[in-house]
């Protein structure tokens, strides 16, 4: 029997999706939380746009699917882009999914990967194809080198580097498996010290005021360093409540606050995919009297991943001389990769004059005032 391709464009569709989807992933130890169908949904639910269209393929064998590779088409002024769902809102809003890839089963990626080129290169229906923050050695970034459009540009940048620590059966081995020393003796005064607690969040009223609290203190803290904060983007802040109370219903949010009878030191915000906790959001209290709290979360987090059996505890992309070097060295290379037409990138690069033009012309208004 052949593959049998459907191109989903609508969210009636994408709906149905939902549960093999997940099983779908499951079975190929997809373990990527932006990989997720709720991730995407509830992206779709705050960011998705009626001039924007699901250009969403998934492949079957047999009446099972086989292959889904979970892309849009944005529009812009530049012309339209061939994205990954949950990427391409605006930067202030960003989400920042990270990871992302073509789901596809090995038996039949060579087939799969040929459809979808000569799909892309009969279609010709946008100007660039974009995928943000995907790992170097992706199924997607192999599929974009070996995809060959007539007088089409192509361009790749490194953006970091994904930090990852394998999860150890015992806490004395995942400590000394830390590569820093100042880290190992900031984690080991924290499990000695007796006067915090860490405090767990499972229920959806407990939850909203967690949530409260992550904005203000995370806020707070950029503020001090004269930066604006995620969490200061409504929709940014939006997409997350909903998130958050749906993977607490899949007992899938990991939510927690150390803190005593006088501060808060320390709240972790990260979510469970299939055998990794990803370490998402924080706030951390650089003036709390409990030595680097920022090191005592990071334990917390860890022994509740070995709690629950899980194998990974991501930290997400960082840059090369990030603090999460101090935890685990890590040669798993994040890129932007692109390819796009010729008029495209001018139509851009107008754009981007355009914008840069009218910010100084506001802020001459402004000294002018």
């Not at 979510?271 to 030595?291: E, P, R």
């Amino acid at each position: 029997m052949s593959l049998e391709l459907s191109v989903i464009t609508s969210l009636e569709e994408f709906e149905l999706l939902a549960t093999k989807w997940e099983s779908f992933r499951r079975q190929h130890n997809d373990n990527n939380i932006c990989n997720g169908w709720d991730w995407l949904n509830t992206w779709l639910d705050i960011f998705g746009s009626e001039k924007d269209q699901l250009y969403l393929h998934v492949w079957r064998y047999q009446q099972e699917i086989v292959g889904i590779i979970p892309c849009y088409l944005k529009t812009t002024l530049a012309g339209k882009e061939l994205r990954f769902i949950a990427t391409g809102e605006p930067i202030k809003s960003e989400v920042c999914s990270e990871f992302q890839d073509f789901i596809i089963n090995a038996e039949f990626e060579e087939r799969i990967l040929k459809q979808f080129s000569d799909q892309v290169t009969v279609d010709q229906n946008f100007s660039a194809i974009i995928f943000d923050n995907i790992i170097e050695t992706s199924i997607a970034n192999r599929w974009l080198n070996t995809l060959s459009i007539s007088n089409w540009v192509k361009k790749i940048n490194s953006v970091g580097t994904r930090y990852i620590i394998p999860v150890q059966k015992k806490q004395e081995a995942q400590l000394s498996g830390f590569k820093s020393k100042s880290i190992k003796r900031h984690a080991k005064n924290f499990i000695s010290n007796t006067d915090y607690q860490v405090i767990a969040i499972n229920e959806k009223k407990a939850l909203a005021g967690f949530y409260q609290q992550l904005i203000i203190e995370h806020n707070t803290s950029w503020q001090k360093r004269g930066e604006t904060g995620a969490f200061e983007n409504k929709s940014f802040v939006a997409f997350h409540r909903t998130f958050s109370e749906r993977m607490l219903e899949k007992n899938k949010l990991v939510v927690f606050k150390i803190a005593n009878k006088t501060e808060i030191a320390a709240l972790f915000y990260g979510f469970i995919d299939g055998n990794t906790l990803y370490y998402y959001q924080s706030a951390v209290n650089h003036d709390s009297k409990l030595s680097s709290a920022g090191v005592a979360m990071h334990v917390v987090a860890l022994n509740i991943a070995r709690e629950k059996k899980l194998k990974f505890y991501d930290l997400m992309k960082g840059s090369n001389d990030s603090y999460k070097t101090r935890y685990i060295t890590s040669d798993i290379t994040v890129i932007n990769a692109s390819t796009y037409t010729l008029k495209y990138k001018f139509i851009k690069n107008i754009i981007k004059l355009f914008q840069k033009f009218n910010i100084r012309i506001s802020k001459l208004i402004s000294t002018h005032n």
